[in-house]
């Protein structure tokens, strides 16, 4: 009976995790569409230059409208996976240890106990931030075989827009129809590496700063205002995966330029070395190039995680699911 109801536990605790991740990749992706383009067309020799993220932004609605949005079906799929890792983190982090009644204890005891404690709390703290480390690369490195092909498609439907130099032969009236085409001329898993060089380091930085934030933010915060903690946790969690978010993509931002520009090139011989391609950005753009599309990517962060956590505490309410 104990394992049937910890079998039900955990499918709608999925459930509520992928509608978070729906709802991330609803909020993040116009955001997502104008970093591919400032990507792609910022980084080319020849290719139109937008003046920032706002001016790129401008341009797509004045262009194509609505498209902004699209293909917004195709991120979808992956983001429910690849986003779980905020609401995976959320929930751990409010767990807390259980209290003990060290006030009981005699004085000099007291004291003696309090401080090991604190001690014995600190330790576990980092271990946890460790161990959520070592488990976020791991995962990361193991998604990006799922992400990979879908980017690719997602990428060569994003940059195909009126702004693209494609010819009106070379583009693709569908993500099936571009998934089909790519397989057959370049591969579906073009820009492999750079993908999994981008989630395992990216997962990594995320948990990391994502559990250290929250770990040391809800101590404080708690003891200060015990009758909050719900409101705490929420706020919490948005807090720190925002700043989790922005700490990852700082990090990965240029493989994410390189895997962008390997997987929309319509050159069959481009490399296919982040490395070397990250190298040719610099030569033509500096630093600068490498970090093409952080604005949009950081702006991002904040709105898609708390849209993500809203959205799973909602879900978790509707479908009976209670944590403290």
Same mark, same amino acid.
């Given at each position: 009976?104990?394992?049937?109801?910890?079998?039900?536990?955990?499918?709608?605790? +999925?459930?509520?995790?992928?509608?978070?991740?729906?709802?991330?990749?609803?909020?993040?992706?116009?955001?997502?569409?104008?970093?591919?383009?400032?990507?792609?067309?910022?980084?080319?020799?020849?290719?139109?230059?937008?003046?920032?993220?706002?001016?790129?932004?401008?341009?797509?609605?004045?262009?194509?409208?609505?498209?902004?949005?699209?293909?917004?079906?195709?991120?979808?799929?992956?983001?429910?996976?690849?986003?779980?890792?905020?609401?995976?983190?959320?929930?751990?982090?409010?767990?807390?240890?259980?209290?003990?009644?060290?006030?009981?204890?005699?004085?000099?005891?007291?004291?003696?106990?309090?401080?090991?404690?604190?001690?014995?709390? #600190?330790?576990?703290?980092?271990?946890?931030?460790?161990? +959520?480390?070592?488990?976020?690369?791991?995962?990361?490195?193991?998604?990006?075989?799922?992400?990979?092909?879908?980017?690719?498609?997602?990428?060569?439907?994003?940059?195909?827009?009126?702004?693209?130099?494609?010819?009106?032969?070379?583009?693709?009236?569908?993500?099936?129809?571009?998934?089909?085409?790519?397989?057959?001329?370049?591969?579906?898993?073009?820009?492999?590496?750079?993908?999994?060089?981008?989630?395992?380091?990216?997962?990594?930085?995320?948990?990391?700063?994502?559990?250290?934030?929250?770990?040391?933010?809800?101590?404080?915060?708690?003891?200060?205002?015990?009758?909050?903690?719900?409101?705490?946790?929420?706020?919490?969690?948005?807090?720190?995966?925002?700043?989790?978010?922005?700490?990852?993509?700082?990090?990965?931002?240029?493989?994410?330029?390189?895997?962008?520009?390997?997987?929309?090139?319509?050159?069959?011989?481009?490399?296919?070395?982040?490395?070397?391609?990250? #190298?040719?950005? +610099?030569?033509?753009?500096?630093?600068?190039?490498?970090?093409?599309?952080?604005?949009?990517?950081?702006?991002?962060?904040?709105?898609?995680?708390?849209?993500?956590?809203?959205?799973?505490?909602?879900?978790?309410?509707?479908?009976?699911?209670?944590?403290?």
């Amino acid at each position: 009976m104990g394992e049937n109801a910890g079998f039900v536990s955990g499918y709608k605790e +999925y459930v509520a995790g992928m509608l978070a991740g729906v709802a991330t990749v609803i909020v993040g992706h116009p955001f997502d569409t104008v970093k591919v383009k400032l990507q792609k067309h910022n980084t080319e020799a020849n290719g139109i230059k937008y003046k920032n993220g706002l001016h790129c932004t401008t341009r797509i609605l004045k262009t194509e409208g609505v498209c902004l949005l699209n293909p917004l079906l195709i991120p979808l799929f992956t983001g429910v996976i690849s986003s779980s890792k905020v609401i995976h983190g959320f929930d751990a982090s409010c767990l807390e240890a259980p209290e003990s009644n060290l006030q009981d204890l005699p004085g000099d005891t007291a004291n003696a106990a309090t401080e090991v404690a604190s001690v014995v709390d #600190e330790e576990l703290g980092a271990l946890m931030v460790l161990s +959520y480390n070592f488990t976020g690369a791991f995962a990361g490195g193991v998604v990006s075989f799922i992400l990979c092909p879908s980017e690719l498609v997602k990428c060569r439907m994003q940059v195909q827009g009126a702004d693209s130099f494609l010819q009106s032969t070379s583009r693709y009236s569908s993500p099936i129809d571009c998934a089909l085409k790519t397989e057959k001329r370049r591969g579906i898993f073009r820009g492999g590496g750079a993908t999994f060089l981008r989630e395992f380091i990216g997962n990594a930085v995320f948990f990391s700063t994502y559990e250290y934030m929250s770990y040391y933010m809800h101590k404080p915060l708690r003891n200060a205002s015990s009758d909050l903690t719900h409101v705490i946790d929420v706020g919490v969690g948005i807090f720190s995966g925002g700043l989790g978010g922005i700490a990852c993509w700082s990090a990965v931002l240029p493989l994410d330029v390189a895997k962008t520009i390997i997987q929309t090139s319509t050159d069959k011989n481009h490399t296919r070395n982040p490395v070397q391609v990250l #190298e040719l950005i +610099y030569r033509r753009s500096g630093i600068r190039g490498c970090y093409t599309g952080l604005g949009p990517t950081i702006v991002r962060a904040f709105p898609a995680n708390a849209a993500a956590i809203v959205t799973w505490e909602l879900a978790m309410k509707i479908l009976g699911i209670k944590h403290d």
